[in-house]
């Protein structure tokens, strides 16, 4: 294209990179790579189990919604690839726009690459999809920043940026329910790029969006596809009975007789295998219909005992908690589990290449893979976020970051590397913008007489930034 200026010929060579890297990471991980939870949202999607609430049921009608108009479930995977890549691409673009740094530029879509983010990419878990839909708000929010320096949108362009924005945001939280920890902050990121001095009617505004977008859905869904209710939240009380009570005292707990001889042979096998957590799938006698039956009892016995086991709760939480930071488990989701759908990986030896390079990363450089080390990052990008043009940015993105872990502390069911997926994203985008924003100076603040930098109608005076 040399009929094109240099600078706009920089932009198709990135987006040619980011569309390279998509296709890439679709052929590798094709169809998907699914885990047993993958399977069992899958099948849901495809009607032949019915719709349950266990996983947050807006991934399996997304799906669903995919497969009725392609025909395969590879859809799915092609979405996750198209939304994560064109993500990076946009960032890519807003870092070039604002910085002129063309490695810059190419560094962020080299976070696509590194093998603690690329691992995850292909795997169909709501974990990832929460991960890549922040990452999309993240796009809009740097997006709304260069247009409000640079170009300074038209009132239905920043309103509209806004909205796509809040649909990121609201889908992460839809299918990740404590995404809302992560979302939080990348929410007022997002106001506050588009709006340079937000007044209340601003935040008013944007967070009636957010709710709208969180609570229609959320009804659409409970009216119309009925997912079965499975009292998923007991899982994490159980873990806390078993772990936290003695044996003796589950003995003689005042629940029915089966409840109670089930949780002392859960706590007797879990302290057996070894489990720490997880009880309801490492040693649990499971009853035919799961946890609805027992839920009603598990929740009123975990609500009478833990008030009086405050110490032995708090120290079984933090120890679950440790180990997350310190052994965080599987870093690597290998292709797709044994099934009865006859789906396998389409490409054995690009899945063992994946494999070599994220588990030679792992033994090489272990702690890219420990929740520690996001943690302590999250925490230096919160509170020293730089004074160059990204300040704002990384600010957000430590915040949401050290949220999203530190919430894991009182619900956490495993110690997987995928509960740190989203902070090892953001966490690694943010050292970035901090390093290309050093030595940036933020835009001069505009003239007491210019216009004020809001979007507001002619019969409706601007927001005052203290109101």
Same mark, same amino acid.
């Given at each position: 294209?040399?009929?094109?200026?240099?600078?706009?010929?920089?932009?198709?060579?990135?987006?040619?990179?980011?569309?390279?890297?998509?296709?890439?990471?679709?052929?590798?991980?094709?169809?998907?790579?699914?885990?047993?939870?993958?399977?069992?949202?899958?099948?849901?999607?495809?009607?032949?189990?019915?719709?349950?609430?266990?996983?947050?049921?807006?991934?399996?009608?997304?799906?669903?919604?995919?497969?009725?108009?392609?025909?395969?479930?590879?859809?799915?995977?092609?979405?996750?690839?198209?939304?994560?890549?064109?993500?990076?691409?946009?960032?890519?673009?807003?870092?070039?726009?604002?910085?002129?740094?063309?490695?810059?530029?190419?560094?962020?879509?080299?976070?696509?690459?590194?093998? /603690?983010?690329?691992?995850?990419?292909?795997?169909?878990?709501?974990?990832? %999809?929460?991960?890549?839909?922040?990452?999309?708000?993240?796009?809009?929010?740097?997006?709304?920043?260069?247009?409000?320096?640079?170009?300074?949108?038209?009132?239905?362009?920043?309103?509209?940026?806004?909205?796509?924005?809040?649909? /990121?945001?609201?889908?992460?939280?839809?299918?990740?329910?404590?995404?809302?920890?992560?979302?939080?902050?990348?929410?007022?990121?997002?106001?506050?790029?588009?709006?340079?001095?937000?007044?209340?009617?601003?935040?008013?505004?944007?967070?009636?969006?957010?709710?709208?977008?969180?609570?229609?859905?959320?009804?659409?869904?409970?009216?119309?596809?009925?997912?079965?209710?499975?009292?998923?939240?007991?899982?994490?009380?159980?873990?806390?009975?078993?772990?936290?009570?003695?044996?003796?005292?589950?003995?003689?707990?005042?629940?029915?007789?089966?409840?109670?001889?089930?949780?002392?042979?859960?706590?007797?096998?879990?302290?057996?295998?070894?489990?720490?957590?997880?009880?309801?799938?490492?040693?649990?006698?499971?009853?035919?219909?799961?946890?609805?039956?027992?839920?009603?009892?598990?929740?009123?016995?975990?609500?009478?005992?833990?008030?009086?086991?405050?110490?032995?709760?708090?120290?079984?939480?933090?120890?679950?908690?440790?180990?997350?930071?310190?052994?965080?488990?599987?870093?690597?989701?290998?292709?797709?589990?044994?099934?009865?759908?006859?789906?396998?990986?389409? %490409?054995?030896?690009?899945?063992?290449?994946?494999?070599?390079?994220?588990?030679?990363?792992?033994?090489?450089?272990?702690?890219? /893979?420990?929740?520690?080390?996001?943690?302590?990052?999250?925490?230096?990008?919160?509170?020293?976020?730089?004074?160059?043009? /990204?300040?704002?940015?990384?600010?957000?993105?430590?915040?949401?970051?050290?949220?999203?872990?530190?919430?894991?502390?009182?619900?956490?069911?495993?110690?997987?590397?995928?509960?740190?997926?989203?902070?090892?994203?953001?966490?690694?985008?943010?050292?970035?913008?901090?390093?290309?924003?050093?030595?940036?100076?933020?835009?001069?603040?505009?003239?007491?007489?210019?216009?004020?930098?809001?979007?507001?109608?002619?019969?409706?005076?601007?927001?005052?930034?203290?109101?």
């Amino acid at each position: 294209m040399p009929w094109l200026p240099r600078a706009q010929r920089w932009v198709w060579g990135l987006a040619a990179v980011a569309a390279v890297c998509c296709l890439g990471t679709i052929l590798v991980f094709f169809p998907g790579y699914l885990s047993p939870d993958s399977l069992d949202q899958l099948r849901q999607a495809e009607g032949k189990t019915p719709l349950t609430d266990w996983h947050p049921p807006v991934l399996s009608l997304v799906w669903r919604a995919l497969i009725a108009v392609t025909g395969s479930i590879a859809s799915m995977l092609v979405l996750q690839a198209v939304l994560f890549w064109g993500a990076l691409g946009v960032l890519a673009w807003c870092v070039w726009e604002l910085t002129a740094s063309r490695g810059g530029s190419l560094a962020v879509l080299g976070v696509g690459l590194t093998p /603690f983010v690329l691992t995850f990419v292909g795997v169909v878990w709501k974990d990832v %999809h929460t991960a890549v839909a922040l990452l999309a708000a993240c796009a809009v929010a740097l997006t709304g920043l260069w247009l409000r320096d640079h170009r300074p949108p038209r009132p239905a362009v920043r309103w509209g940026l806004l909205g796509l924005g809040v649909l /990121f945001l609201a889908y992460a939280m839809l299918v990740r329910k404590n995404a809302f920890f992560a979302a939080l902050p990348v929410f007022v990121m997002l106001v506050l790029a588009l709006w340079r001095a937000p007044g209340r009617r601003t935040w008013v505004t944007c967070t009636a969006a957010l709710l709208a977008a969180l609570v229609v859905p959320t009804a659409a869904i409970s009216l119309f596809a009925r997912p079965l209710e499975t009292k998923q939240a007991a899982q994490i009380m159980l873990d806390d009975l078993v772990h936290v009570l003695e044996v003796d005292e589950l003995r003689t707990a005042d629940v029915p007789r089966g409840l109670r001889d089930r949780l002392v042979a859960s706590a007797q096998e879990c302290e057996r295998v070894g489990a720490l957590s997880d009880a309801y799938w490492a040693c649990y006698e499971r009853p035919a219909d799961g946890l609805r039956g027992d839920s009603g009892e598990i929740t009123s016995l975990w609500l009478r005992e833990m008030s009086g086991h405050v110490p032995d709760y708090l120290e079984y939480r933090l120890r679950l908690f440790t180990t997350l930071l310190f052994e965080t488990d599987d870093p690597y989701k290998a292709g797709v589990s044994r099934n009865d759908l006859g789906i396998e990986v389409a %490409h054995p030896r690009l899945e063992d290449m994946l494999g070599t390079y994220v588990n030679g990363m792992v033994t090489d450089v272990r702690w890219l /893979f420990r929740g520690w080390f996001w943690l302590a990052v999250a925490l230096v990008l919160a509170i020293r976020p730089g004074k160059g043009r /990204f300040s704002m940015p990384v600010r957000a993105l430590g915040i949401s970051s050290a949220a999203y872990i530190l919430g894991y502390l009182p619900i956490m069911p495993a110690t997987d590397f995928r509960y740190v997926y989203w902070p090892a994203i953001a966490c690694t985008l943010g050292l970035l913008l901090l390093w290309l924003g050093r030595g940036t100076a933020l835009p001069p603040p505009k003239s007491p007489g210019a216009a004020p930098d809001r979007a507001v109608t002619a019969q409706q005076p601007a927001d005052a930034g203290g109101r």
